[in-house]
């Protein structure tokens, strides 16, 4: 699929809802994507040669499991390489910045929360910028999907995890992770070695 992240943004801008004698204000869940794609098209030689180094005319194909898993190989070395992690992070930003200014045009009256999602490598930017305050805006959380993000982290001199750790502006951090997702990694054993 399309790589992507999401603005997901809480108000309470529908009418109330009376429940009894009181009047309560249902909150309105919408969700601004956030496509960067484009951004790791210099990426798809990389993971066409990749693949070509994977397979053979006597052997058969690349199952789809290795097929994710090189592309997430892929998408995590260039991510390393300064020069393109910097426009990745320029550019994720400006998509981000965009989606939730348009947003905030539309909306003027706003006042609920705001939580980014983003999936694989996605995540592992929105983290950056959160980390960094390269973000105008300060959302109530950060949920990461499938992400490469605690790999990554363990290879960054700049990060030193401890249990106390927390993001700017003490932006929550959920890490969803399942086993069997070549891209994803636990972010517990980064804090607190005995998980």
């Known amino acids: 699929g399309i790589p ?3 603005v ?3 108000a309470g801008a529908a009418p109330p809802v009376s429940r009894g004698s009181e009047a309560v204000m249902p909150r309105k869940e919408e969700v ?3 496509s960067w794609e484009p951004l790791t098209v210099r990426g798809e030689d990389l993971r066409e ?4 180094a994977s397979s053979s005319s006597s052997a058969p194909p690349p199952s789809q499991s290795r097929r994710a898993a090189n592309g997430a190989m892929v998408d995590a070395m260039l991510f390393l390489q300064p020069e393109r992690r910097e426009a990745m992070l320029a550019a994720i930003a400006e998509r981000v910045e965009t989606a939730y200014r348009v947003f905030r045009e539309s909306r003027p009256s706003f006042n609920g929360c705001v939580v980014l999602l983003g999936h694989g490598l996605e995540a592992a930017g929105l983290f950056e910028l959160l ?3 390269r973000l105008t805006f300060r959302p109530m959380a950060l949920v990461a999907m499938g992400s490469p993000l605690p790999t990554l982290l363990t290879f960054d001199e700049t990060f030193s995890p401890t249990p ?8 929550r951090m959920l890490n969803i992770y399942f086993s069997s997702d070549a891209r994803a990694s636990r972010m517990e054993p980064l804090f607190a070695r005995e998980l």
Not at 164 to 171: D, E, I, R, V, W
């Open 8 to 10: 997901a943004a809480a």
């Open 32 to 34: 601004l994507e956030v």
């Open 164 to 171: 106390s750790f927390s993001l700017p502006g003490n932006t």
């Open 131 to 133: 980390r960094c305050e």
């Open 4 to 6: 992507k992240v999401e």
């Open 49 to 52: 040669r990749l693949a070509t």
